[in-house]
């Protein structure tokens, strides 16, 4: 089923993540009903997004009244196993189309997405391994999508530096392609053929992550 790109956004739970959620949709111009228990969180979010309402999502008859039927896509931002849990089976059982859920670790996301959760994100998880990437040093900045691929920023190893992108064979070799890259002083440009990169230089690269980590650790 497709969901049109300006399709209301149902957030239950006002902890960290489901606010920074919440926040960003509403600055994304979404409209957005925020979900609560905690009276103090819907006050403080009643003039920051379209809708906030006081209400136990683990009950089934509070989730009707509310009308989350009536939504297309909700996110389940809540960190406590049994609620989160209960919460996302009351959504399935309303044919929420996408039901987006946060899971504390690998086993709640296993049983959410056995539930019929749509999409799991693991951001505890997610961050911990982005942090590791950038203490490592190798990397300056990364973002992972899904199935191990991933765009990173690091300084250009020695193979590809001083002649034409396409005479470093990088593509082949180390199965990562140079995406854009930035000379001191000066924007990020896309990168070409002809592209000469210099040890001043960043490079942001992508491909699988395994590949990016053994491209970032070549020689400088
Ligand atoms: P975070 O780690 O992102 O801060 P928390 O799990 O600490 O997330 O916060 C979850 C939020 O969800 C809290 O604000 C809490 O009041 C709210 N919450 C917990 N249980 C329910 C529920 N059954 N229905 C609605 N909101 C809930």
Excluded: C, M
Aim: aromatic content about 6%; proline content about 5%.
């Amino acid at each position: 089923e497709r969901i049109p790109v300006d399709a209301p956004v149902a957030v239950i739970g006002l902890g960290r993540f489901g606010a920074a959620t919440a926040g960003q949709l509403n600055r994304l111009d979404r409209e957005v009903l925020a979900v609560d228990t905690n009276p103090a969180l819907v006050q403080k979010w009643a003039d920051r997004v379209t809708h906030t309402i006081e209400a136990d999502a683990r009950n089934p008859e509070a989730l009707r009244q509310i009308g989350i039927g009536e939504f297309q896509i909700v996110v389940v931002a809540v960190g406590n196993l049994e609620a989160s849990v209960l919460i996302t089976a009351n959504l399935v059982d309303l044919k929420v189309p996408q039901i987006w859920a946060k899971a504390s670790t690998q086993s709640h996301g296993k049983i959410l997405a056995r539930i019929g959760a749509n999409h799991v994100v693991y951001p505890e998880a997610q961050a911990g391994t982005r942090v590791a990437h950038l203490v490592s040093g190798r990397l300056l900045d990364f973002i992972q999508f899904d199935d191990d691929y991933a765009i990173a920023k690091l300084y250009p190893p020695k193979v590809i530096r001083d002649k034409p992108l396409g005479r470093s064979v990088v593509r082949t070799k180390y199965r990562v392609t140079v995406v854009g890259v930035k000379s001191p002083g000066k924007e990020f440009t896309y990168a070409t053929e002809e592209t000469v990169i210099t040890n001043h230089d960043l490079v942001i690269v992508s491909g699988h992550v395994g590949d990016i980590e053994r491209f970032a650790s070549l020689d400088r």
